[in-house]
């Protein structure tokens, strides 16, 4: 079993920055595959980032390309996002999850840190 706990989101106004934090417990976090996802007021959840294992290998959804970041310190057991550039559209509830075996399907969910970015 994991257990993910997000951090870090609030308010802030279009063009600032903000970092999520997502500190996992459980079993080796250092071996898994984790993810960033949103979820606006009624839209569907979507992907935002992934970082494989050992931080070397990155994915991004286009709407983010070049303003966030995803990165890791196994060491704290901590995934990241770093998000510049904030736009309104960014706002929603952010997850982090965790992809234990490496198939694109994430089994483990933090319960969301809420992004609002006022105009």
């Known amino acids: 079993q994991v257990q993910l706990v997000e951090s870090g989101g609030g308010l802030v106004q279009a063009g600032g920055s903000l970092r999520l934090s997502c500190a996992a417990s459980?079993?080796?976090?250092?071996?898994?595959?984790m993810g960033w996802f949103r979820q606006a007021p009624g839209k569907e959840r979507e992907f935002v980032a992934r970082i494989n294992w050992n931080g070397a290998y990155t994915i991004y959804a286009d709407s983010v390309k070049g303003r966030f970041t995803i990165s890791r310190d196994n060491a704290k057991n901590t995934v990241y996002l770093q998000m510049n550039s904030l736009k309104p559209e960014d706002t929603a509830v952010y997850y982090c999850?965790?992809?234990?075996?490496?198939?694109?399907?994430?089994?483990?969910w933090g319960q969301g840190t809420q992004v609002t970015v006022s105009s």
């Open positions: 999850a965790v992809d234990p075996d490496s198939d694109y399907k994430y089994d483990y």
């Open positions: 459980g079993r080796i976090f250092s071996t898994y595959h």
